[in-house]
T-cell receptor
Framework: DGGITQSPKYLFRKEGQNVTLSCEQN?????MYWYRQDPGQGLRLIYY???????QKGDIAEGYSVSREKKESFPLTVTSAQKNPTAFYLC?????????????FGEGSRLTVL | DAKTTQPNSMESNEEEPVHLPCNHS???????IHWYRQLPSQGPEYVIH?????VNNRMASLAIAEDRKSSTLILHRATLRDAAVYYC??????????WGAGTKLIIKP
């Protein structure tokens, strides 16, 4: 089945450790996105990528890093510089960013920093 | 950035139509109106989007005011599976979407 796979679903880490969240899609989409969601809030854009080997900062990129070495993959690293990393992280893809068509989301990764 | 105003929550009875309102008085001419919904601890799901004309798909209908300052998502016959948080979002490209807190829709059996 075509879709977006995020892993792990739940992740616990100690303060000061970097963590990497995986996002893979088999929809052949050019554009991929990472969002953060806090309880009772809407989504906030961290990074997005329109094409392989290119990515742009979103509204809350500080303390995060990404790479886009393959079309199918867009991993997110939450670094120790992120002051409040506990959140629900969502990866999405779409055919391309300029188009306002459908965003396809993964099931999310819930990160808890102890 | 264009923003939207939605009620925090709404209740509806199962098998009845639901009208979810959204106000967007600062919408620009190129902004599309998007609706997504989200179940607890899941990723959002696309519902519908439109620019000026009313839109229909298998999930819902989108009614857009003539001045585009408001819109209404219509679920024609609500089921328990429609209980979710519904987001009304504006943007002319996917990376410019501003997500608010949405409307929590409660369906009563």
């Amino acid at each position: 089945d075509g879709g977006i796979t995020q892993s792990p679903k739940y992740l616990f880490r100690k303060e000061g450790q970097n963590v990497t969240l995986s996002c893979e899609q088999n929809l052949n989409h050019d554009a991929m996105y990472w969002y953060r969601q806090d309880p009772g809030q809407g989504l906030r854009l961290i990074y997005y990528s329109q094409i392989v080997n290119d990515f742009q900062k979103g509204d809350i990129a500080e303390g995060y890093s990404v790479s886009r070495e393959k079309k199918e993959s867009f991993p997110l690293t939450v670094t120790s510089a992120q002051k409040n990393p506990t959140a629900f992280y969502l990866c999405a893809s779409s055919m391309w960013t300029e188009n306002t068509g459908e965003l396809f989301f993964g099931e999310g990764s819930r990160l808890t920093v102890l | 950035d264009a923003k939207t105003t939605q009620p925090n929550s709404m209740e509806s009875n199962e098998e009845e139509p639901v009208h979810l309102p959204c106000n967007h008085s600062t919408i620009s001419g190129t902004d599309y109106i998007h609706w997504y919904r989200q179940l607890p601890s899941q990723g959002p799901e696309y519902v519908i989007h439109g620019l000026t004309s009313n839109v229909n798909n298998r999930m819902a209908s989108l009614a857009i005011a003539e001045d585009r300052k408001s819109s209404t998502l219509i679920l024609h016959r609500a089921t328990l599976r429609d209980a979710a948080v519904y987001y009304c979002i504006l943007g002319d490209s996917n990376y410019q979407l501003i997500w608010g807190a949405g409307t929590k829709l409660i369906i009563k059996p």
